[in-house]
């Protein structure tokens, strides 16, 4: 089955940049989007379709694309940004939806 | 702008058949620009897409879940609803419901979910 790897951890340092990487075999044809989840709270949604930005989403968070990977990027990194953060992204055929297993980010 | 309102017993037994219901307002289940949507997180874990259904009826299931999956949709009630059989200590999980907005040109926006509701398996 299709499958997204994301890595467990980032720290940053707060004001630092983050970046926050997901792989996966189909993601040169599908879109990415990308969740934030604080504990206890249902996910966000803070990028589409690679790296659209929903309204109400801070302009620190920015997506990108290439090849077999894309990277959420949160610029300026604030205290409130500490969260649990996930790709997702469709299998080459859209059939199904997949989750990466998620990356805890750490503000030092 | 849609709201989704998980609802179900909290505490399954294992082998029994666990039953969620999301009621949907603020907007038309029969929309055309809306996939309904079923997510589930164990505790301390990942999110896991379980599932979704069109206003049609056409489903869509996670491969790893399919042959326990059934998801329909009651569009007189505005609600959809999840049917996971067989059910075992592993499906322990906050359960959250979904809408994914789809554009004129087919591509997934943005989407709602509902609060969550925690099912709990154990005898």
């Known amino acids: 089955s299709y499958e997204l790897t994301q890595p467990p951890s980032v720290s940053v340092s707060p004001g630092q940049t983050a970046r926050i990487t997901c792989s996966g075999d189909a993601l040169p044809k599908q879109y990415a989007y990308w969740y934030q989840q604080k504990p206890g709270q249902a996910p966000v949604l803070v990028i589409y379709?690679?790296?659209e930005r929903p309204s109400g989403v801070p302009e620190r968070f920015s997506g990108s694309s290439s090849g077999t990977t894309v990277t959420l990027t949160i610029s300026g990194v604030q205290a409130e940004d500490e969260a649990d953060y996930y790709c997702q992204s469709p299998d080459s055929g859209v059939t199904y939806w997949v989750f990466g297993g998620g990356t805890k980010l750490t503000v030092l | 702008q849609v709201q989704l309102q998980e609802s179900g017993p909290g505490l399954v037994k294992p082998s029994q058949t666990l039953s969620l219901t999301c009621t949907v307002s603020g907007g038309s289940i029969s929309s055309g620009d809306y996939y309904w949507t079923w997510i589930r997180q164990p505790p301390g874990k990942g999110l896991e897409w379980i599932g979704y259904?069109?206003?049609?009826?056409?489903?869509y299931y996670n491969p790893s879940l399919k042959s326990r999956i059934t998801i329909s949709i009651d569009t007189s009630k505005n609600q959809f609803s999840l049917k996971l059989s067989s059910v075992t200590a592993a499906d322990t999980a906050m359960y959250y419901c979904?809408?994914?907005?789809?554009?004129?040109?087919?591509?997934?926006?943005?989407?709602?979910w509902g609060q969550g509701t925690l099912v709990t398996v154990s005898s």
């Open positions: 259904i069109y206003y049609s009826g056409s489903t």
């Open positions: 979904a809408s994914y907005y789809y554009d004129n040109s087919g591509y997934r926006l943005f989407d709602y």
């Open positions: 379709k690679d790296s």
